[in-house]
């Protein structure tokens, strides 16, 4: 099989694709002949070994797969072969194939192909789960999405627009507005032009009620200040390459909570949450719901598209055609 290696920790540019031999099942394992796999940030920070968890070289990158059931090994009985799944694992997805634990794997949605599928599980689940599990949405409420146009920002857009959010977007240009707008965002903000505080006060007439941040910098203080009493602040990441530091005499006088949303772990600590949210996600898809895919590549081209990642030249997702 081809596999996309990191030999060595730095920048995209560094991946090598080589031939490794094909996998099999081990006891308890799933093997899974990947059709296509979704490029993430956090892919980005793991092959410069800036991620939460350092991973040793030489491994295959990639977070988020889909495709076909190959293999499974003594003791699996969740998963057959020919069983079209979605996966998430640490690392792993830029191959031909991968070993998975069953708990890794879910059924693809009905109506979703496998493109869509290798882009659905991470920023949707992360998207819902930030609006919902961790940020309490109700129907009519101002949110405000940072980072509006990536792949958890474009997804939150367009999970918050059908759950009866009024959506605010922020991102840094106008064509990367265009597309939250597309996906239902009520009004929107340029914060590399505008003044992303005084605006989002002006919009949503006094503050906001809720903020998605998968960016971090500098705007995330700006729409913290902008949160209405008692609103929520969840942070998902830092796609701007700076951890915020939060005043916390803005959360002691807004009365605003503030959360973290990390996927792996939530997954692992809310196993009935994760369920509930898996079967709502499901019925969005069956009433026309559909990842923003703005691109594919072939496997050979993953340090190219990952390195546009790292320099947030992507709009929407970019994904990895794995077969073609």
């Known amino acids: 099989m081809r596999a996309v290696r990191c030999e060595a920790h730095g920048a995209p540019e560094t991946l090598v694709l080589r031939d490794l ?32 968890v350092s991973t040793p070289v030489p491994f295959t990158p990639g977070s988020e797969f889909a495709g076909v059931v190959r293999e499974v090994g003594d003791g699996v009985t969740d998963w057959s072969p020919g069983d079209r799944v979605m996966g998430t694992r640490a690392v792993g997805a830029f191959a031909e194939q991968i070993a998975a634990a069953p708990a890794d794997l879910r059924v693809v949605p009905e109506g979703l192909d496998l493109v869509h599928a290798a882009v659905f599980q991470v920023t949707y689940s992360t998207a819902y789960h930030s609006l919902v599990t961790a940020g309490g949405l ?63 006060k002006e919009i949503t007439d006094g503050g906001s009620d809720l903020v998605v941040d998968p960016v971090g910098g500098a705007y995330a203080e700006q729409a913290l200040r902008a949160i209405r009493w008692g609103g929520r602040f969840v942070s998902v990441g830092f796609a701007a390459g700076d951890v915020p530091r939060i005043p916390l005499n803005l959360v002691l006088l807004k009365n605003v909570t503030v959360r973290g949303m990390e996927l792996r772990s939530w997954s692992q600590q809310m196993p009935e949450a994760f369920a509930a949210a898996d079967a709502e ?17 072939p496997l050979t081209e993953t340090a190219k598209a990952l390195a546009d990642v790292a320099r947030r030249k992507a709009l929407g997702k970019t994904v990895i055609d794995v077969r073609g």
């Open 281 to 297: 996600l499901a019925r969005l898809v069956a009433e026309g719901m559909r990842p923003e895919v703005s691109r594919t590549r």
């Open 138 to 200: 109700r129907v009519g409420e101002w949110v405000v999405v940072l980072g509006a146009s990536g792949g958890v920002g474009s997804a939150t857009v367009d999970i918050a627009h059908r759950l009866g959010a009024r959506v605010l977007a922020a991102a840094s240009d106008p064509r990367r507005l265009e597309l939250a707008v597309r996906l239902g965002a009520d009004a929107s903000i340029d914060y590399a032009t505008e003044d992303l505080k005084g605006r989002i």
């Open 21 to 52: 031999p094909d996998l099999t099942a081990r006891p308890g394992q799933v093997v899974v002949d990947i059709h296509a796999a979704a490029l993430n940030f956090p892919d980005v920070l793991t092959v410069a070994d800036r991620y939460q």
